[in-house]
């Protein structure tokens, strides 16, 4: 037996997605230009990664400021860095076995990270109990995702787990799922609602799924990626009386809290507290919150947390067992949550660089989509719902006839097939869209990212898109071609 044959054949059936192609694409054309090939374009720009710093983001500096002393205790001494940071990154070390980042921590995290966050949360959801023994830190809220996503996979027999999940949902989501031998039960979000989640289209799904697997939770994503919805109160409270009634686990992802534009959030935790008790007290909550995302931006330090709510103790002592054979989340990370969820107050010696640098990114994102929605829906075949918060945007195309034959004559989606040519073209690689197959095609694209960047891709993206129309067809989408011509030299200048 080959050892191609021993690999997990849930593992060798998964493919490479078309995202995963296209980025191998941009990977090869930034070669080639380092290789001094000639394009029209000098560099590729990454509008898919959601990794603020990849695309060129300043990280917050008293994050990096204390992690610096916690690796080089050195530095405790050293007067030039704000005595906040230095007291902040010795109490910090205080709570490290041995006194060292160097040290494993317990499975679930260092007994302070974990205090700190039941605080916060607690401040967060206008007093509603949080408990340092709800909070699990792991290596990021993808890990302990996929860590409940694994408690709740063992099917009935021959009937899988179904999970409900949003369409469009974030890329990673079905391959976690299909990895966990659990069934995806798609519920589509509304476009013409902004991407509102619907009650009618919840039980929908539910009834569909009977028969093929047996549902046990819904996973939501508020703010949603990668469509920036942001549900309010009364939306929260149909989902929460939903999973009550039907019995399911509420898994929500809400690792852009923090990037918060058009609305305000509210946690699902929040509003669960403030129902009734038939519900505060028996609905089965996971929320997940990331170093990633939002405010901090810190992807690469590994770092997230969940809360459980009401969830049976035996099941998250599994939670446990699965967590130790990471042995520990990376320490740094762990303490980077630690600022996070607790930052310089009023009257700290770093206070205000950090809010100036917190309010400076929350406009730039803010900003950024303005823009980006703007300019998107001024071109022809282009409708994009505005975004209340998160990183993406999540734009319709209406593509022509002709590349839609071209899509299918080479075995692709339509959108991938115009992703593909608009990074060849113009070197900007946007992400196609999550629910292939239907009539309407989307693009993905992140804005989280230094506006010279973005206002640059835009230029490029809508070259790209309208000669795509003037190549395929001239006249659809667009009433003359005059009009078509007008708009570029508009976009152009
Ligand atoms: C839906 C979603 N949530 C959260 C994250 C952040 O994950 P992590 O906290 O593991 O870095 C991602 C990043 O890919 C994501 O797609």
């Known amino acids: 037996m080959s050892s191609l044959q021993q690999v997990n054949p849930r593992v060798r059936g998964m493919r490479a997605s078309p995202h995963a192609a296209l980025q191998s694409l941009a990977a090869r054309i930034t070669q080639e230009i380092l290789q001094g090939a000639q394009r029209s374009f ?25 992690l610096a002393a916690c690796l080089c205790p050195h530095l405790l001494k050293d007067t030039s860095l704000p005595v906040d940071v230095r007291l902040r990154a010795q109490s910090l070390l205080d709570s490290c076995d041995g006194g060292s980042v160097g040290a494993y921590t317990p499975s679930s995290g260092l007994t302070r990270v974990r205090q700190s966050v039941a605080e916060f949360l607690t401040r967060r959801d206008a007093g509603a109990p949080s408990h340092s023994r709800d909070v699990y830190i792991s290596a990021g809220s993808q890990v302990a995702l996929m860590l409940l996503v694994k408690l709740l996979a063992g099917g009935e027999g021959e009937t899988p787990t179904g999970v409900l999940t949003p369409v469009p949902c974030p890329p990673t989501l079905p391959g976690l799922l299909d990895g966990e031998g659990v069934a995806l039960v798609p519920y589509q979000l509304t476009e013409g609602r902004g991407w509102a989640l619907e009650l009618s289209e919840l039980h929908r799904a539910l009834e569909a799924s009977r028969g093929r697997c047996n549902p046990r939770a819904i996973y939501v994503s508020n703010p949603g990626i990668p469509t920036g919805h942001v549900q ?12 009550a009634a039907e019995r399911l686990v509420l898994l929500v992802d809400e690792v852009d809290q923090d990037s918060v534009f058009g609305s305000e959030f509210i946690s699902y935790k929040r509003v669960l507290f403030q129902m009734d008790k038939v519900y505060s007290e028996s609905v089965e909550l996971v929320s997940f919150h990331s170093l990633s995302s939002g405010r901090m931006g810190e992807g690469g330090l590994r770092a997230g947390f969940m809360e459980a709510v009401n969830m049976d103790p035996e099941v998250m002592h599994y939670a446990d067992v699965l967590l130790c054979f990471d042995i520990s989340a990376p320490v740094t990370g762990q303490l980077a949550l630690d600022l996070m969820v607790d930052p310089p107050k009023p009257g700290d010696a770093s206070y205000d660089t950090y809010t100036q640098e917190i309010l400076s990114a929350r406009a730039t994102l803010s900003q950024n989509a303005q823009r980006a929605w703007q300019t998107l829906n001024g071109l022809p075949g282009v409708s994009c719902q505005p ?10 195309v209406r593509l022509p006839a002709g590349i839609q034959e071209q899509a299918e004559m080479l075995g692709v989606e339509p959108d991938v097939l ?12 946007v992400g196609a869209g999550l629910h292939p197959g239907g009539d309407t095609h989307h693009l993905r694209l992140c804005v989280l990212v230094p506006p010279d960047s973005l206002e640059e891709a835009l230029t490029r993206l809508s070259s790209f898109h309208l000669r795509l129309l003037d190549r395929f067809s001239p006249c659809e989408g667009l009433k003359d071609k005059d009009e078509n011509v007008n708009l570029r030299e508009k976009i152009c200048q």
């Open 42 to 66: 000098k560099e590729v720009i990454d509008l898919t990664s959601g990794d603020p710093q990849r695309a060129g983001m300043k990280s917050i500096s008293f994050v990096r400021q204390v």
């Open 232 to 243: 309010d109160r009364k939306s929260i409270e149909e989902v929460i009386r939903f999973a």
């Open 387 to 396: 975004a209340m918060g998160g990183a993406y945007l999540y734009p319709s």
């Open 418 to 429: 115009y992703c593909e040519r608009l990074l060849q073209e113009e070197g900007v690689l």
